[in-house]
């Protein structure tokens, strides 16, 4: 049975990382495509001014909480949420889980090389999980029937997609009528991190909920886009005092 908890219109899974990777592998044994999504509070508060956006994470088969923020939101709402399950670390979890067995990966997005990056590092780790296929994020629309008929041919049992919400949860939706695979997962910046390209912040900052922090200082630029942590909190207490 499905236990979700309610933050501001999107139903987020109640799960433990290990819950999620069990889910996800529960996901291989049938005949139908899943969708699994990671918002942070930053998505989230962008679900809120992007209806479109909203019906599509409602309308996954695995929304986990990646980030602190959403865990707090959970504490201010109720009922709160087990843990954080950050899709980085989702991700790595399922190679874990698959390395050596027959599930097959494709990887897309990421800047041109990166994913293959991505993949070599694992291998230097001994994580040895079936790559069929990689292709970069850098393409157009008139491209996608050609992108897909790639997938599809590979045998991909789980797609990982690491375009940058909300692109990566949109391309998934517009695209799962023609997608033959079992799960589907939007990744994000999850290739630049296994490559080594972004530096993840150390554990004393994802311990504290602080990873926000961290990467503000590594990212000046992301300033703006990162107002939206406070507001996402300030629209909870909202709902929660209405």
Same mark, same amino acid.
């Not at 949420?81 to 494709?106: C, I, M, P, Q, R």
């Given at each position: 049975? =499905?236990?979700?908890?309610?933050?501001?219109?999107?139903?987020? &899974?109640?799960?433990?990382? @290990?819950?999620?990777?069990?889910?996800?592998?529960?996901?291989?044994?049938?005949? #139908?495509?899943?969708?699994?999504?990671?918002?942070?509070?930053?998505?989230?508060?962008?679900? !809120?001014?992007?209806? !479109?956006?909203?019906?599509?994470?409602?309308?996954?088969?695995?929304? $986990? *909480?990646?980030?602190?923020?959403?865990?707090?939101?959970?504490?201010?709402? #109720? *009922?709160?949420?087990?843990?954080?399950?950050?899709?980085?670390?989702?991700?790595?979890?399922?190679?874990?889980?698959?390395?050596?067995?027959? $599930?097959?990966?494709?990887?897309?997005?990421?800047?041109?090389?990166?994913?293959?990056?991505?993949? !070599?590092?694992?291998?230097?780790?001994?994580?040895?999980?079936?790559?069929?296929?990689?292709?970069?994020?850098?393409?157009?629309?008139?491209?996608? &029937?050609?992108?897909? @008929? !790639?997938?599809?041919?590979?045998?991909?049992?789980?797609?990982? $997609?690491?375009?940058?919400?909300?692109?990566?949860?949109?391309?998934?939706?517009?695209?799962?009528?023609?997608?033959?695979?079992?799960?589907?997962?939007?990744?994000?910046?999850?290739? &630049?991190?296994?490559?080594?390209?972004?530096?993840?912040? *150390?554990?004393?900052?994802?311990? @504290?909920?602080?990873?926000?922090?961290? =990467?503000?200082?590594?990212? *000046?630029?992301?300033?703006?886009?990162?107002?939206?942590?406070?507001?996402?909190?300030?629209?909870?207490?909202?709902?929660?005092?209405?």
């Amino acid at each position: 049975m =499905r236990t979700t908890v309610d933050i501001l219109g999107v139903p987020v &899974d109640n799960v433990t990382m @290990n819950e999620a990777v069990e889910i996800v592998e529960s996901f291989l044994e049938k005949n #139908k495509i899943h969708f699994v999504f990671t918002p942070n509070a930053e998505i989230m508060m962008a679900a !809120q001014r992007d209806d !479109q956006l909203k019906n599509i994470l409602s309308s996954a088969d695995l929304v $986990v *909480p990646d980030g602190a923020g959403v865990v707090l939101a959970s504490k201010i709402l #109720k *009922p709160v949420l087990k843990e954080k399950v950050a899709g980085f670390d989702l991700t790595h979890n399922l190679f874990y889980k698959f390395s050596n067995k027959n $599930v097959n990966f494709f990887f897309l997005g990421g800047k041109p090389g990166v994913a293959e990056q991505a993949r !070599q590092k694992l291998l230097e780790k001994n994580i040895n999980i079936n790559v069929v296929g990689i292709r970069d994020g850098y393409f157009s629309s008139d491209k996608d &029937d050609e992108i897909i @008929n !790639q997938i599809n041919s590979s045998c991909t049992d789980i797609l990982l $997609v690491g375009l940058g919400a909300p692109k990566q949860e949109k391309w998934i939706y517009n695209n799962s009528n023609k997608l033959n695979v079992k799960v589907c997962i939007g990744v994000g910046g999850t290739f &630049d991190g296994i490559a080594g390209i972004v530096k993840r912040a *150390p554990s004393f900052f994802c311990n @504290n909920g602080l990873e926000w922090l961290y =990467r503000l200082y590594k990212e *000046p630029r992301r300033f703006v886009r990162m107002l939206d942590l406070p507001k996402f909190i300030l629209v909870v207490i909202a709902k929660k005092l209405r």
